[in-house]
């Protein structure tokens, strides 16, 4: 996670090994979406978006309005990432089966089960959609999740 009291990312490997889904070091991408999304966070926070974001969430009344602008937040930092990855394929090349690994990990983390007030990081669609959208534009212009309307904030 990124801590921006500290400007520091804490990536506890053993963690993102055990929460990979049993994907083999081969697809790495899986591994690497997760430290491109927390690195997401800390260029949030370096550009005040983070700090915009706990402006905006302590503006709302309740816990369901709070929860779509903490998916805003997290859905920019999987754009991010997306960025990053799709960027960098000279140096982080990826197969199609590596990249298929990639989506797949990222859609089975939607939080579609959790009660409406808890959903903080978005659907399957959309969690994963965000990572695609970097990856295929690269351009962090794309990552503006603060205009997405407000009935796809899910």
């Excluded at 801590?3 to 990312?9: I, K, Q, S």
């Excluded at 978006?49 to 930092?77: F, H, K, N, P, T």
Aim: a negative charge; charged letters at 25%; hydrophobic letters at 35%.
């Amino acid at each position: 996670f990124y801590c921006p009291a500290n400007n520091t990312m804490y990536v506890g490997l053993e963690h993102i090994v055990e929460t990979s889904g049993g994907e083999p070091l081969s697809h790495y991408a899986v591994f690497a979406r997760v430290i491109a999304h927390e690195y997401g966070h800390h260029v949030q926070d370096r550009a005040g978006i983070l700090l915009y974001g706990q402006q905006e969430m302590e503006r709302q009344r309740d816990a369901a309005a709070r929860a779509a602008v903490s998916r805003r937040i997290e859905w920019q930092a999987q754009c991010f990432a997306g960025a990053f990855l799709g960027a960098e394929r000279a140096t982080l090349p990826m197969t199609r089966a590596q990249y298929a690994a990639l989506i797949n990990d990222v859609q089975g983390r939607g939080d579609e089960r959790q009660p409406e007030d808890k959903r903080d990081h978005g659907s399957s669609r959309n969690y994963a959609g965000w990572v695609v959208k970097g990856y295929r534009d690269q351009r962090l212009a794309v990552c503006n999740t603060w205009t997405a309307p407000a009935e796809d904030v899910d």
